[in-house]
């Protein structure tokens, strides 16, 4: 997912050829807004985490990018090119240390595992959404 700030600063294509450049494929994409109750319903597991209450509102601030991505090695790649949650410790060449703005803000959200892959996808895209 592309996040608020990120998009709002015009950075979705920037990240997008990212993605695809690291051979990364598309299988759905959705430009959209979660409402204040869907970003809770998302970041449902952060629940109990004293930053919750600030990161539902931020992700509800403004539009975002969701995808499903594939590629052999995906969730592995993928972390290693988004790079590391701070942009001040990512490394050069992700995506985090070219445009996130700071530790909370860091531009993109990618699952932690396959599970939450397919939970999040599902979240965002009915069947007939993905090609």
């Known amino acids: 997912m592309i996040k608020p700030e990120a998009v709002a600063a015009g950075n979705m294509g920037k990240i997008i050829d990212m993605i695809i450049g690291s051979g ?3 299988v ?11 970003a809770g319903t998302f970041y449902e597991v952060h629940k109990e985490r004293p930053f919750y209450g600030e990161l539902v509102d931020y992700m509800a ?15 592995e790649d ?4 988004i ?3 701070d942009p001040a410790q990512a490394a050069e060449g992700t995506i985090r ?3 996130a703005e700071s530790k909370a803000k860091n531009a993109v959200h990618g699952s ?3 599970e939450n ?4 996808s599902e979240y965002f895209f009915s069947g007939r959404e993905r090609f």
């Open 78 to 81: 993928f972390r290693k090119l």
């Open 112 to 114: 932690d595992s396959d």
């Open 117 to 120: 892959a397919a939970i999040e």
């Open 24 to 26: 990364f494929r598309i």
């Open 83 to 85: 790079g590391a949650t």
């Open 97 to 99: 240390k070219a445009f």
């Open 28 to 38: 759905a994409l959705k430009y959209t807004r979660l409402s204040h109750g869907e």
């Open 61 to 75: 601030s403004g539009p975002i990018v969701a995808a499903i991505l594939e590629k052999d090695n995906a969730m």
